[in-house]
């Protein structure tokens, strides 16, 4: 059985490295270093007081060590290394290309009054979450021993939990709404005869390469299957799947 560092050192790369620094944030907020005041999403205080910071330090943060913090690692710890060593296998770039869009995506909505929240961090988690439930929608899932679902149906069913528990549910939301422009614009819409025009840019390639993130890419491009749009009989979209082609 391998130990704590070995698991530790398996993690592929940007998975490990997000949910690192979330764990950093929070123990750096129990050892009372700072605020969270400090690194919310505050609008104002990013125009009119020019700090930047806020945009990028207020996905990192989970909340204090609490059981919540625990699930939310969790998930990162499971669902972000799943989508990444699977349909993003030897694609780091991308899989880190999707971050970006996912967190861009989420300052975006997040600045409309009504969906504004302090911190994106469970909404990115939530993000993978449902990215994850479209790549492996027949999976079956088991919530605490007590009820058995389909992949697909696991967002919503987490959302639900968290309503029941008393959690805000708007970071959740924004996270799903997330996940899903994504996986349309990258999977559902070329495969119905669409352009890909979420590509990942050269630059994040460049950089993934020059930084030597991840395995290198293979030389094989994986493509949709024109025929991959298939539903089951319950209606649920099965997820892409892939031909390589020389």
Sequence with gaps: MSSPAEWYNTLPPISKAYGTTCLAATAAYQLGLYQPVHIALLY??????????RLFT??????????NFGIRLLMI?????????????????????????????LLVLSAIPFLWT??????????LLYIWSREFPIAQINIYGLVSL????????????DVIF??????????????????????????AGGKNILKTPMWVHKS???????????????????NARQESSSGVFRGRSYRLNE
């Design 118 to 127: 302090p911190f994106l961090a469970i909404s990115v988690v939530f993000m």
């Design 77 to 105: 710890a499971r669902y972000g290394v799943q989508l990444e060593k699977g349909p993003f296998d030897r694609r780091t770039a991308d899989f880190l290309w999707m971050m970006i869009f996912g967190g861009f995506a």
């Design 208 to 226: 993934v390469a020059r930084w030597r993130i991840g395995a290198p890419a293979v030389v094989s491009r994986a493509q949709p299957v024109n």
């Design 150 to 161: 389909k992949a697909f149906y696991l967002p919503w069913a987490m959302l639900a939990l």
């Design 44 to 53: 104002p205080q990013v125009f009119y007081g020019f700090q930047v910071w």
């Design 166 to 191: 008393g959690s805000p549910i708007i970071p959740d939301l924004l996270g799903i709404i997330a996940g899903h422009l994504y996986y349309f614009l990258t999977v559902l819409h070329p495969l």
């Design 58 to 67: 207020n996905f990192f943060f989970l909340g204090p060590f609490s059981i």
